[in-house]
């Protein structure tokens, strides 16, 4: 059995998950750097293609951050993971669940051995825009009984949870105010990068002692 075929048909099971089922990662994207081929080859495409000079960046070191976690956690270079591009656009590989994501100069990876999502927002001021769109009934309710101080990062989190959530269930259409976010197993984390506060939301079916950690990329 070639060493490709033992990883994907392990993986899930590796010892990096006997006590903890989830790895989130999170990284500041330098300032200085040089872009370097990504593997697979439609994954440098997809970067290559954006045209937006802050996307191109995102899009890169979220996807080395990705590599970086793998091998930290396994010992593999990414080249020995399937991964592939759905028709949604999600990636995706057989070998391991993960999910990505980004916000302003930050990005996040969420690594586990069961379906997860994860989704990274900066902490900004969105009020009178979102909670039509973003909140059920009851959370709007939630949110009319909040001091003014509280209601910016309530909404933020609120948003990020539920695109964790989308994630994880791997759903087409993202319909916020549909999702009852206390249905689902969910952590948060606050960090400040700078002078900008975060929130980094993973949703997933297993969080209990899940890992969060900074990495440099």
């Given at each position: 059995?070639?060493?490709?075929?033992?990883?994907?048909?392990?993986?899930?099971?590796?010892?990096?998950?006997?006590?903890?089922?989830?790895?989130?990662?999170?990284?500041?994207?330098?300032?200085?750097?040089?872009?370097?081929?990504?593997?697979?080859?439609?994954?440098?495409?997809?970067?290559?293609?954006?045209?937006?000079?802050?996307?191109?960046?995102?899009?890169?070191?979220?996807?080395?951050?990705?590599?970086?976690?793998?091998?930290?956690?396994?010992?593999?270079?990414?080249?020995?993971?399937?991964?592939?591009?759905?028709?949604?656009?999600?990636?995706?590989?057989?070998?391991?669940?993960?999910?990505?994501?980004?916000?302003?100069?930050?990005?996040?990876?969420?690594?586990?051995?069961?379906?997860?999502?994860?989704d990274l927002q900066a902490i900004v001021d969105l009020r009178g825009k979102l909670e039509n769109k973003a909140l059920t009934k009851k959370e709007?309710?939630?949110?009319?009984?909040?001091?003014?101080?509280?209601?910016?990062?309530?909404?933020?989190?609120?948003?990020?949870?539920?695109?964790?959530?989308?994630?994880?269930?791997?759903?087409?259409?993202?319909?916020?105010?549909?999702?009852?976010?206390?249905?689902?197993?969910?952590?948060?984390?606050?960090?400040?990068?700078g002078d900008q506060n975060f929130v980094l939301c993973t949703s997933g079916k297993n969080?209990?002692?899940?890992?969060?950690?900074?990495?440099?990329?």
């Amino acid at each position: 059995m070639n060493k490709k075929t033992s990883t994907q048909t392990t993986l899930k099971e590796h010892s990096a998950f006997e006590k903890i089922k989830t790895y989130v990662y999170y990284a500041k994207i330098p300032k200085k750097y040089t872009f370097e081929k990504v593997y697979p080859l439609s994954r440098q495409k997809e970067i290559d293609s954006a045209l937006n000079t802050k996307v191109k960046e995102q899009k890169y070191f979220v996807w080395k951050l990705l590599s970086v976690s793998l091998n930290h956690l396994f010992g593999l270079d990414i080249k020995q993971f399937n991964m592939r591009k759905k028709h949604s656009g999600k990636w995706v590989s057989k070998d391991i669940y993960f999910s990505l994501s980004h916000s302003k100069n930050v990005v996040a990876v969420a690594i586990s051995c069961e379906p997860v999502g994860v989704d990274l927002q900066a902490i900004v001021d969105l009020r009178g825009k979102l909670e039509n769109k973003a909140l059920t009934k009851k959370e709007k309710q939630e949110f009319n009984l909040l001091q003014e101080e509280q209601k910016q990062e309530y909404l933020i989190t609120k948003w990020a949870q539920k695109e964790s959530v989308f994630k994880m269930k791997n759903r087409l259409v993202f319909k916020p105010s549909k999702i009852q976010t206390s249905s689902y197993s969910l952590l948060n984390y606050t960090f400040t990068v700078g002078d900008q506060n975060f929130v980094l939301c993973t949703s997933g079916k297993n969080l209990s002692g899940a890992r969060i950690c900074e990495k440099q990329i």
